[in-house]
């Protein structure tokens, strides 16, 4: 007997009757073998019964080159393919043991399972219809018949399977087909239909699945590796369509329609690469120029224009070129308003244009779909910051220069407002007074855009020269005094200290 938990126990329990095989004597007279295949079979039923199937395989492969007309010999190595999940390899040694011993039911039997598992029905049949004429022992017998049963159904499930497809009743086909690939498992031609079914039902993910299946059961299946890359090209993923049909010309280098499609995904993916490594340099202007070749190259296929535009518009924020961001973000948006990344990216053109509600708006939205990235959560404190900021000054504005002006644009803004608002250049009393505000702005404004540490700050929502936002730090500007202004020349780029400047 074979003990509980042992690999024989766990053979039977997947494949029906191996435990004829484990627990099968070794009719030496019967079968005329030498010694020497005699040692190979006890020694692989042992290391079969130990679990080591490697080293079981090798001593059924021994014994059979020692007598090929050895039914046992086949029965054993099958059972070891079996067991390995080799499937394909033992089926045509149950079918020798059966050539050799016509009446060894066991092999019949486990045939019929391997062939029913394969959609071979017709097959099926016949093997368990011989088993149920051929004596069997009481287990068999029951075993073929509940067998037959099975069979019979799945060929009705096919049946109207088959009807559903031909009247377009895609839905229904889909679920007679699930019913029986629960039994016929490594059906080829069924996964390939239900793959067909899913295409019509509009869920290429899942037709991708069924193919993947096929191209595994059928040797030499170009034709599923040739659907499975079209569509993940549909899709949008170049790479693994590139995979695919990589896949196909291994089998065929010929393949006409495998080539051209492989040209083409080529083409394709080598754009993107190109492109992708062009942003991570920060050469936006040329990765757009990439980007927009990619569209040209496939126009039909709505997913390449759409993760196209994705990128050119993270091109136009980063490049810190907000209206074009905004206007591409946007179009992507109309087409997926749901898309994440041209949130994020229009939010950040939109605090360059010091449109902070809108920005606040996409941040939020995009943190409805993903509440844990840390860009999104930093991105709208710093929108909250700056609009918190622009409602009380905003140095910029008072410059009246870009959030991202250079350091030449702010002190060439600031020294012709310095002069312009210069309180000597006013007489009249109310008109001093309105001056020397104006004139104190504009120097904290410099004193601030014209520091990168101290405009860094102010950027990220954070005014450096007030008290309320500087805890400890150097009080308001707006509270110094015009004579703590006076004495500091508008033209100089250094500190605002330098000497009397006076306007004749």
């Avoid at 191209?215 to 170049?238: C, M, P, V, W």
């Avoid at 109310?430 to 120097?443: H, N, P, R, V």
Wanted: net charge negative; proline share 3%.
């Amino acid at each position: 007997m074979v003990a509980p938990g042992s690999l024989g126990s766990r053979l039977g329990a997947v494949f029906p009757f191996l435990l004829v095989l484990v627990d099968l004597q070794y009719e030496g007279a019967e079968c005329g073998v030498n010694a020497d295949v005699e040692k190979h079979l006890e020694l692989g039923k042992k290391l079969l019964a130990a679990g080591q199937l490697a080293d079981a395989l090798s001593q059924f492969h021994a014994a059979v080159d020692g007598d090929p007309d050895n039914y046992i010999a086949y029965y054993r190595r099958a059972t070891v393919f079996l067991a390995m999940g080799k499937s394909k390899a033992a089926l045509p040694d149950l079918t020798k043991v059966i050539e050799l011993k016509m009446d060894f039911t066991a092999a019949r039997l486990q045939r019929g399972h391997l062939l029913l598992k394969q959609g071979k029905l017709d097959e099926a049949e016949e093997d368990f219809k011989r088993v149920l004429k051929s004596n069997p022992s009481e287990n068999e017998e029951k075993e073929a018949q509940s067998q037959l049963v099975k069979s019979d159904e799945m060929q009705r499930l096919r049946s109207q399977a088959l009807d559903a497809f031909e009247s377009a009743d895609y839905s229904a086909a889909i679920s007679f087909l699930d019913m029986i690939l629960e039994v016929c498992v490594w059906d080829a031609e069924l996964r390939e239909l239900r793959a067909d079914c899913f295409m019509k039902e509009g869920e290429p993910r899942k037709a991708i699945s069924d193919l993947k299946a096929a191209a595994k059961l059928k040797s030499g299946n170009t034709e599923a590796f040739y659907r499975i890359s079209t569509l993940y090209y549909q899709l949008g993923d170049h790479e693994l369509s590139l995979s695919e049909v990589r896949e196909c010309l291994k089998l065929d280098q010929d393949h006409k329609r495998c080539f051209a499609h492989y040209k083409q995904v080529k083409k394709l993916n080598k754009l993107i690469e190109s492109a992708e490594e062009l942003i991570r340099e920060g050469r936006y202007t040329d990765a757009t120029s990439k980007y927009e070749s990619v569209m040209k190259t496939e126009p039909s296929v709505a997913e390449y224009t759409v993760r196209s535009k994705e990128r050119i518009c993270h091109c136009f924020s980063k490049d810190e070129k907000p209206v074009e961001a905004i206007r591409i973000c946007s179009e992507v948006l109309q087409m997926e308003p749901d898309n994440v990344n041209a949130l994020k990216d229009r939010a950040e053109a939109y605090l360059i244009e010091e449109m902070y509600d809108e920005a606040i708006q996409d941040y939020e939205a995009a943190q409805e779909h993903n509440e844990n990235d840390q860009q999104i959560r930093e991105g709208l404190e710093k929108a909250q910051r700056l609009l918190k900021q622009s409602q009380k000054r905003d140095y910029y504005k008072i410059l009246g220069v870009k959030r991202n002006a250079k350091k030449q644009e702010i002190i060439k803004a600031y020294r012709k407002l310095a002069l312009q608002w210069h309180p000597d250049n006013f007489q009249n009393e109310e008109e001093k007074k309105k001056a020397e505000k104006k004139f104190i702005d504009i120097a904290a404004a410099k004193e601030v855009l014209s520091d990168p540490e101290m405009r860094k700050k102010f950027d990220d929502g954070e005014d450096p020269l007030d008290a309320e936002s500087q805890q400890g730090g150097g009080g308001n500007p707006f509270h110094r005094s015009w004579n703590s202004w006076q004495g500091f020349n508008p033209f100089s780029s250094g500190g605002p200290f330098r000497f009397k400047f006076h306007f004749n």
